[in-house]
């Protein structure tokens, strides 16, 4: 029994959920008048975004799929695509450990975004001229939307497609703002243009970019002037901010083996020639969350009827800044370091650990929530008791503390040091007598050591300042405190780092002496978290 379109009776005999929707007649209409094309075929578009519209179509509420369209990995298309008839297997993976199988038939059709081919050039210039177009939306990855590098350089493949006009561009946002340019040309149609990658201000970083290649462009007299105005006339385009939260990790191999004994044929994951490690199936996580900036100039599908949030730029930032600061993010990088450092491999495991499980409490609910933002539409409450009792524990969510400790030099002045000014903003709260937090960036720079809590050497995970900070470091000894010579002074004065001076915050002597305690020997991080959480 294979995954395709002819296969329905036999998975539903199988217990798995099915569609009962038209699908030859879905994917006519979405042919003939597209409404919504997705940029980044992977795992959470196929195993939270696409089954969003799958859901409108089991219910009567739309009658047109989702056109998929692959910027950067072309044999996911080939490969999970094409030979599964863009179906998709989701997996939900509860905390009990029981699973629910459905499948994902919204996507009607898998394109290359590579204007450099005639027929897929052909297709999507197709799909962009038409007045039925209503949005467009990505999951491409943050990196993604970025023209230059961290010194503000372009990038040499990007100043390719300035110099070389809209005809056949390789980078995604060029390849976006040449389609985007045929819909100028063939009558000024409206469309949002939404980005749904989980990163802060998303709408603004495809904003920013999509502009500065038209600019470019029309410097070169590849496109008119007036193309601009269009971009910035939001009455025809807009670029929605949205936040979105769902763990879909890499394909599970038990997974696997759970669909092998149901009969399903041809599921095995594979990587693709750019390292993707995808399978036809999607294993993800049950609880999911997505909210959008209601900016549509053209109409939009009735999302909101399959769980999505649309309100206010705002509202959309505040959910975000709950979020990273206070709800999830916090908490996952307390758990990613402090768990290398003791040897974990998985966060679920560690929410098993007293003291791990302790300081993210500790850490959320009572030096957190007293700052929180509060987005209205979402309880930051609910939120984080969802994630500290449900989510976090998950045994088949298979997330690493390595994997959550890459470039945590980029993440701690959003994650700590936006609630540490928040105590510093207020007059009935003091900065200098917390506690968790401190603990956790003490443990963050004791991860940096590079040495376990039996002194043994570990790999740390990778970061663009992990060679400037370990220099800083320099000397330290884990297990031998009179190694320190007062290396952390300068580190835990960058505002950069931290989000603030942690000096003026009255808590760098606190961290300085809590990273003493957890280099004094060995067992001394399980020591030192028992002191301070028993």
């Known amino acids: 029994m294979k995954l395709n379109l002819q296969n329905f009776k036999a998975m539903e005999e199988k217990g798995i959920k099915v569609p009962h929707f038209d699908n030859a007649a879905v994917a006519a209409k979405t042919k003939n008048n597209p ?7 992977g795992n959470i ?20 799929g989702i056109i998929a369209a692959e910027t950067f990995d072309f044999d996911i298309i080939e490969k999970i695509y094409d030979p599964y008839d863009n179906l998709t297997l989701l997996t939900s993976l509860y905390a009990d450990g029981s699973m629910v199988n459905s499948v994902v038939a919204s996507i009607t059709e898998g394109v290359k975004a590579d204007l450099s081919k005639e027929k897929e050039a052909a297709r999507l210039r197709e799909i962009f001229v038409n007045p039925s177009l209503q949005m467009i939306s990505f999951t491409i990855t943050e990196k993604g939307y970025a023209l230059t590098n961290v010194n503000g350089e372009v990038f040499p493949f990007v100043q390719k497609d300035f110099e070389n006009g809209p005809k056949s561009p390789s980078h995604a946002m060029s390849v976006v703002t040449s389609l985007v340019y045929d819909r100028y040309l063939a009558g000024k149609f409206p469309l949002a243009i939404v980005s749904m990658d989980n990163c802060s201000h998303n709408g603004e970083k495809v904003e920013v970019s999509v502009k500065r290649i ?21 009455s025809k385009i807009s670029f929605p901010w949205s936040m979105i939260d769902k763990i879909t990790p890499r394909p599970s191999e038990e997974v696997k ?3 092998d004994e149901i009969g399903l044929e041809d599921m095995a994951p594979l990587v693709t020639s750019r390292n993707t490690f995808i399978a036809p199936y999607v294993n993800a996580e049950v609880p999911q ?5 209601d900016k549509f100039p053209n109409g939009r599908p009735a999302l909101e009827k399959a769980g999505v949030y649309f309100t206010t730029r705002d509202t959309v930032n505040n959910t975000e800044t709950m979020k990273v600061t206070t709800c999830l993010n916090p908490l996952h990088t307390a758990l990613a370091v402090y768990g290398c450092v003791l040897g974990y491999e998985s966060i679920s495991a560690e929410m098993k650990d007293t003291e791990l499980k302790a300081l993210v409490e500790k850490i959320g609910y009572t030096e957190g929530m007293p700052v929180v933002v509060d987005p209205k539409i979402i309880s ?23 994997r959550i400790a890459t470039d945590t030099s980029q993440k701690v002045a959003i994650r700590f040091g936006e609630t540490i000014k928040s105590y510093m903003k207020r007059d009935d709260l003091d900065s200098s007598k917390l506690t968790f937090i401190p603990l956790a960036l003490a443990g963050w720079l004791r991860y940096l050591l590079g040495v376990n809590d039996n002194l043994e050497a570990f790999n740390v995970s990778s970061d663009p300042m992990m060679e400037e900070l370990q220099k800083k470091l320099a000397g330290i000894e884990a297990g031998n405190p009179a190694s320190y010579t007062g290396q952390l002074k300068e580190v835990l004065a960058n505002e950069i780092l931290f989000g603030v001076d942690l000096n003026k915050a009255g808590l760098a002597d606190k961290v300085e002496s809590m990273f003493l305690e957890l280099i004094a020997g060995k067992g001394a991080v399980r020591a030192t978290l028992k002191k301070y959480l028993a």
Do not use: C
């Open 214 to 234: 038209a600019k470019e462009w029309i410097e070169r007299g590849f496109v008119k002037a007036g193309f601009l105005d269009y971009l910035s006339d939001e």
């Open 35 to 41: 409404v919504w094309v997705h940029f980044g075929a």
């Open 257 to 259: 083996a759970k669909l």
């Open 45 to 64: 578009f196929r195993g939270f975004i696409a089954n969003l519209q799958h859901k409108l179509l089991e219910e009567g509420h739309a009658d047109t």
């Open 289 to 293: 969350y997505l909210v959008v900036e």
């Open 380 to 402: 930051p409450m609910s939120f984080i008791k969802e994630v500290i009792e449900e989510r976090l524990p998950n045994p088949f969510i298979p997330d690493t503390p390595q």
